[in-house]
């Protein structure tokens, strides 16, 4: 029996290939939009729930997630590179090879997971003394810290299937899915805090069930062998050119999403010489911001296998024409959130502060600078979109390490060494100018990138 392709699936794909452009982007942008402000609204809820502990453990929860999104970053990566190539497998209608390359890939990101985890359980301290951790922090957070490092297993599974949903474009299914994982986490993390009064290892807990939904939920949808996308290990293949491509397209995300998590890490140990509280304020800070920045992300997630579809069936002119509606798309979520954090500034910080004046107004000076260059973030989420589908990932990274290494840390250790500025302010100004370099940077890159694939025509193309 040969493959087979959901006749749904398969009308949806003509769709993103001959249909409507900016309805077709709307459909699958605007889902996955709602989907991640969802997400990000239920991590919002839980770093309050966290905040009825203490202020600590609000420090501890985000100097450990950050640390953890780190080693995320390799199974992120990896999943980005493959969703490329399967949006431009599927646009191309090659479903053999899409077969091949989506169980390769699972294959791939359970054996990285495997290695990781026990590497981060067994050497647990000295990577915890590698980071700067603060010894109060190490004291509040160990266990948590070896619950997230077991999480990393269902992670890099889920991150593979969502990768697999985005690139045939269905956004109200990752919708649907990710609502029920952030209900999970909420749930649990309110009861384990708020009813049965347990630390902050249990959100831990409560983070690893809402993954094993996914798990579940995706192992359920690739359930048949026989379909394109299903799990078949006979579709393995490890000594082709399916893995060097998957390598060679996923190795610069890796190295970007890694680069940027752990120089995050770095920024962390540089905020804990302003105090532990600092750093606390610095991830609500963050974690407030994403409420219009990580949407924005996931809208150019969206485009960008719509982008890749249309290249992979030979369109390329129409490509350019989606790549201007996410464009618009993601500058337009991203003014809408400014505007709205803006209007609920002071309610936000009153939640988040606990009752604690000094936390409050820490959190203050950091936000009231970051959430200036949110905007600017749009526009980088939007160009990371063009950059993954045309395969520009070597570009992709080095736009993200400049936003780290040349935007963010010299600024930050000039700013502690050379003035007398407040943490709260110090840490404001560098959210705020990385930010916005960043975005103006990716700006000109995707300038030299459409020149190249168009001509010196492209900026008349697109604007037809």
Known sequence: MGLQVDPKELKKRQFFLEGNIPKAVLSVCLPMALFQLINELFRVFDLVITSQINPESVSAVSFFNQLNNSIVSVGTGLSIGAGILIAGLYGAGEYERLKTTVNTTFFMAGAAALVLVAGLILGARPILRLANTPAQLVEIGLNYYRITALNLFFTFFNNVYIAIEKARGNGSK??????????????????????????????????????????????????????????????????????????????????????????????????????????????????????????????????????????????????????????????????????????????????????????????????????????????????????????????????????????????????????????????????????????LFALLVAMVVLRKEYGSGWIKLLLH
């Open 174 to 439: 990752i919708m649907r899915i990710n609502f029920a994982m952030a209900l999970t986490k909420f749930s649990f993390s309110a009861f384990f805090v708020l009813v049965l009064h347990q630390g902050i290892v249990m959100i831990g807990v409560a983070t690893l069930l809402s993954n094993l939904v996914v798990t579940a939920i995706g192992l359920y949808n690739l359930r048949n062998p026989e379909d394109v996308f299903g799990l078949s290990f006979r579709y393995v293949r490890l000594k082709n050119d399916i893995v060097k491509k998957i390598v060679s397209i996923s190795l610069p995300v890796i190295a970007e999403k890694f680069s940027f998590s752990a120089g995050k890490v770095v920024v962390n140990s540089v905020g804990v010489n302003y105090g532990t509280q600092t750093v606390g304020a610095l991830g609500v800070s963050n974690s407030v911001s994403a409420l219009s920045t990580v949407p924005a992300g996931s809208i150019g997630d969206g485009g960008a296998s719509i982008i890749r579809q249309n290249i992979g069936s030979g369109k390329k002119d129409r490509a350019l024409k989606v790549f201007k509606s996410v464009f618009l798309v993601d500058v337009a979520w991203g003014t809408l959130g400014f505007l709205l954090t803006w209007i609920f500034l002071n309610p936000i910080l009153s939640v988040f502060s606990g009752g604690d004046a000094v936390f409050a107004q820490l959190i203050r000076q950091i936000f009231l600078l970051e959430m200036l260059s949110n905007i600017f973030l749009a526009v980088h989420a939007a160009i990371m979109a063009l950059l993954y589908a045309f395969g520009y990932t070597k570009l992709s990274f080095g736009i993200n390490f400049a936003r780290l290494f040349i935007f963010r840390l010299p600024i930050l250790f000039a700013l502690k060494q050379f003035t007398a500025l407040s943490g709260g302010t110090a840490m404001g100004i560098v959210m705020m100018v990385s930010n916005g370099l960043t975005g």
